[in-house]
């Protein structure tokens, strides 16, 4: 995932060619919120949807409610283009004004970060992406990576699967392929995947797609012509997603063998493949369309105003919703902060114990306006996912629909592992630091 420079005023967004969202302003007014964006680059019809949605919702709550309690939130857009470097320089620049939590929106940017976060108490919220094992929050205090991981995800797909062929224990002889950009977001699931190949007895084959071929998968699906798995799972992004939907359909592989991860489920992934790419699966943790009073309002207090840089026909769209979700999640967490830390302008550290103490219940989402938008969602001290629910959302040829029940991951195989890598993880950083944080959310 790669990234621009960080702009901090109109006049130099417009020189860089650069974007600022609607309500960017100083920190010393309000709540400081960055999005870490990449409208620009490879990854761009990805990434520009899920920005739209995080800064639509964030300045609906500044048009309708004048903020959270009465408080502003500060919202400004850093351009990465999905690029480690840039992400980095975004994260120093904007580091100084202070913000209550970055989205690096990137595992290769969340990464190199996830050191940092403690040091400069920000906390990270790296929404179902990033490192997997950063899950485990007495190794990680200042990382959150809710809804669900990369390792529940691949877990879910292999449960759908063994649904679909009868049981968990029909899976042995099977073979199952991942197809996967060969970057760190695209390897994060090939742990999980292994220790269940061992456990269920599929053989698992891997095919790994740089960066340079993202477009022209060629070699990749002669090797899974060759090999002939039963189901594919797709790690993939941006434009590699569609053209893997295309090749599936060009190669005679069943659609509905073919299942993205959540980030291979943007409405431009399938979109491209027109009529043939009708069965197509991906995992999926939001619904889809307008129809949420919470996207009404959005819809009323920014669209409606010309208060967003999203277009009218995209407001409702996978991504775009998902966006939202990941603003909700902020909000709330700042509404616990305050409320843990009796302070209407909070800091990180608040903001660390707001997220910690996030718990979204089915009566508070309806509260938001958002019933039935997603999952109930919790997080703890020593869990910062949750591990929660998803269910395959199935492309009829025009748009997303509802293609399976809400799934849970197979946690006593993926929790064990979260656990066992976490702390190889501190094990691999020399002096890796012990939970010191307070835990006392009592107040």
């Known amino acids: 995932m790669r990234m621009h420079h960080c702009v901090l005023g109109a006049a130099i967004a417009v020189a860089a060619g650069l974007s600022l969202a609607p309500t960017a302003a100083s920190a010393a007014d309000g709540i400081y919120v960055p999005l870490f964006a990449y409208r620009t680059g490879p990854f761009a019809a990805s990434g520009t949807p899920i920005v739209n949605g995080m800064a639509d919702y964030l300045n609906m709550l500044n048009e309708r409610d004048g903020g959270i309690n009465g408080v502003k939130i500060n919202v400004e857009e850093c351009e990465t283009s999905y690029d480690t470097k840039k992400g980095l320089e975004c994260y120093e620049q904007v580091k100084s004004k202070h913000p209550v939590v970055i989205n690096p929106y990137s595992t290769g940017i969340t990464l190199p970060l996830i050191p940092k976060a403690a040091v400069d108490k920000i906390p990270l919220l790296s929404l179902a992406y990033g490192l997997s094992a950063s899950a485990d929050g007495n190794t990680f205090p200042w990382i959150f990576n809710p809804p669900a991981t990369y390792w529940d995800g691949a877990s879910m797909f292999v449960r759908y699967v063994a649904g679909k062929e009868g049981g ?31 456990d269920y007895g599929f053989e698992l084959k891997l095919y790994p797609v740089p960066a340079a071929e993202m477009q022209n998968q060629s070699s990749q699906w002669l090797n899974i012509r060759r090999d002939r798995p039963g189901w594919l799972y797709l790690q993939g992004f941006g434009t590699m997603n569609p053209t893997a939907v295309k090749e599936a359909g060009k190669n005679n592989f069943p659609m509905d063998h073919l299942i993205g991860n959540w980030w291979a489920g943007g409405d431009d992934d399938a979109r491209p493949a027109g009529p043939a790419g009708n069965g197509y699966l991906s995992l999926d943790f939001v619904a889809v369309g307008t129809d949420f009073p919470v996207i009404k309002d959005i819809q009323k207090y920014v669209i ?64 938001l306006g958002a019933a039935g938008f997603a999952a109930p969602m919790q997080i703890t001290c020593a869990d910062h996912n949750g591990h929660n629910s998803a269910y395959m959302a199935r492309w009829d040829g025009t748009k997303w629909t509802k293609g399976s029940d809400w799934m849970q991951p197979i946690k006593s195989k993926v929790l064990p592992l979260i656990d066992e890598a976490a702390k190889a993880y501190a094990s691999a950083n020399a002096g890796w630091p012990k939970r010191t944080e307070a835990c006392d959310h009592s107040k």
């Open 168 to 198: 968990l224990d029909k899976l042995k002889g099977k073979k199952l392929g991942l197809v996967y950009l060969d970057a760190p977001y695209g390897k994060e699931p090939i742990p999980v995947l292994e220790a269940l190949a061992k």
């Open 304 to 367: 409606d105003k010309g208060k967003s840089q999203t277009e009218k026909s995209r407001v409702g769209e996978n991504f775009y919703n998902r966006g939202v979700l990941n603003s909700i999640y902020i909000a709330e967490a700042i509404r616990n902060a305050q409320k843990l830390s009796g302070k209407k302008v909070i800091d990180g550290s608040d903001m660390r114990r707001g997220l910690e103490s996030l718990n979204i219940t089915d009566v508070r989402l309806k509260e």
